[in-house]
């Protein structure tokens, strides 16, 4: 399992419009960086209270990027 389909298993557990969720990657020297794009309506579900779902995200991708000898980043793109 790559950091996509990794990170699309994590958001489409959270989401109610899951066909509008797309991830896009992107590699360079830094490492990669996954921008991920929600239905509006989902955003607040996937940013949660004071940001702590993502933030809880990222945590996890970086744990997972650790493993697998990446960085991973995420943004969430509107």
Known sequence: MDA???LKFIVT??????????????DDDMGTLLLLKI????????IGKGGKTIDAIRTVLRVYGSKTNARVNL????
Request: charged share 45%; proline share 0%.
């Open 75 to 78: 943004k969430v793109v509107e």
């Open 4 to 6: 996509v389909e990794f």
């Open 39 to 46: 239905n509006k309506d989902d955003m607040g579900t996937v």
């Open 13 to 26: 557990s959270l989401v109610k419009n899951v066909e509008d969720v797309e991830i896009e990657r992107k």
